[in-house]
T-cell receptor, first 116, second 114 residues
C-alpha cells in the first residue's frame, strides 16, 4: 500500500513564526503536491514537484515555499505565518502520468494548522 | 481558468436508494477522471477512476463519462449511512506544460439517512 505521512496532525503556531510541514512517501513517486483545503473553497494547489530539487508554483503560492532535497520528502514552509494561513494542509504523491492515465494522487492524513 | 464544477449539496438520500453525483469540467483535453471520497476530518481517498466514454462499475459504485458533454457522474447503489461523506470529482490537466496535475471540484456532501 502507498503510504504518505505528514509530520503532524495538529499544529498551533503564532503569527510571524516560521512553520515547516513535512511530507514523506514510501512508494518512490516522482510527483508530490501540497494543497490547502478550506470550507467552501475546496482543495487549492500551493506547490508541486516532479523531481528532486524541482518545484513549480500552484494556484496560491504566496506566503509559502517548498523544498525537495530527497525524492521521498517534500516540505512546505510558511516563511512568516499569518492567521489567514489557518487551514487543513494536505500532501499528495503520484507516479508520472505519461499519456495522462493512472495519475491518481495518494493523500497523506493532513495537518490542521492554526495560526494565532 | 480550467474548472471542475459540482453541486455542493448537501444531497440527502434514504438508505437503500441510489445516490447520483454529478460533475462538469471545462478542459476538453482532459483524459482521466477520478472520484474521491472524503470523510469529515479525513483526507480524500480514491474510489474510482474512468478514462473511456461510458460506464465503469465497481461493486455498488458506477462512474459514467461523457466527453462530448464534458460530464462525469458517480452513482452509488443501495446507499448506506457509511457512504455519508463529501465526494470530490477530479480531472487531469496540464499545468504549466507539465502532466500529472489534477483539478478538483469543491465536492458534493452526501448524507444517507437510515
Amino acid at each position: 500500500d502507498v503510504k504518505v505521512t505528514q509530520s503532524s496532525r495538529y499544529l498551533v503556531k503564532r503569527t510571524g513564526e516560521k512553520v515547516f510541514l513535512e511530507c514523506v512517501q514510501d512508494m518512490d513517486h516522482e510527483n508530490m503536491f501540497w494543497y490547502r483545503q478550506d470550507p467552501g473553497l475546496g482543495l487549492r494547489l500551493i506547490y508541486f514537484s516532479y523531481d528532486v530539487k524541482m518545484k513549480e508554483k500552484g494556484d496560491i503560492p504566496e506566503g509559502y515555499s517548498v523544498s525537495r532535497e530527497k525524492k521521498e520528502r517534500f516540505s512546505l514552509i510558511l516563511e512568516s505565518a499569518s492567521t489567514n494561513q489557518t487551514s487543513m494542509y494536505l500532501c499528495a504523491s503520484s507516479v508520472p502520468s505519461g499519456g495522462f492515465l493512472y495519475n491518481e494522487q495518494f493523500f497523506g492524513p493532513g495537518t490542521r494548522l492554526t495560526v494565532l | 481558468q480550467k474548472e471542475v464544477e459540482q453541486n455542493s449539496g448537501p444531497l440527502s438520500v434514504p438508505e437503500g436508494a441510489i445516490a447520483s453525483l454529478n460533475c462538469t469540467y471545462s478542459d476538453r483535453g482532459s483524459q482521466s477522471f477520478f472520484w474521491y471520497r472524503q470523510y469529515s476530518g479525513k483526507s480524500p481517498e480514491l474510489i474510482m477512476f474512468i478514462y473511456s466514454n461510458g460506464d465503469k462499475e465497481d461493486g455498488r459504485f458506477t462512474a459514467q463519462l461523457n466527453k462530448a458533454s464534458q460530464y462525469v457522474s458517480l452513482l452509488i447503489r443501495d446507499s448506506q449511512p457509511s457512504d455519508s461523506a463529501t465526494y470530490l470529482c477530479a480531472v487531469n490537466s496540464y499545468y504549466g506544460g507539465s502532466q500529472g496535475n489534477l483539478i478538483f471540484g469543491k465536492g458534493t456532501k452526501l448524507s444517507v439517512k437510515p
